[in-house]
């Protein structure tokens, strides 16, 4: 392969959603991933990283109930975008559902994730 010193590598500017799938990616290798509960023992389904990385804790269901800090929060509007992206590219409309099918494994979300994540 070529290499020449005076070459810079190109710094990729990610959207903050994109940032919100790839660290869901990196939690969900750290510390596993698991089907039926927001988390386990540690462990989280996708919409249980993905809302640990955007607001830090996994949050009940039932989104009537969620708090206006976290609606108001900056990491919403990007949450609700990194949510919609996935669930466009999984081409399913519940992530929860997603989730949850037989089929689906740890891999297979955690590749997903990184690939939505890539555009």
Known sequence: MLYDPKWNPVEVKLEPWQKILLKAADLLERQGWCQEKLTDRGSHCTIGALQRVAFGTALSSEWDKLS??????????????????????????????????????ASLVVSTLRKVAQG
């Open 68 to 105: 206006s800090l976290v609606r108001d929060s900056i990491n919403y509007k990007s949450y609700m975008i990194a949510c919609t992206n996935l669930s466009t590219a999984i081409d399913e409309p519940s992530i929860w559902d997603w989730n949850d099918n037989c089929e689906t494994t």
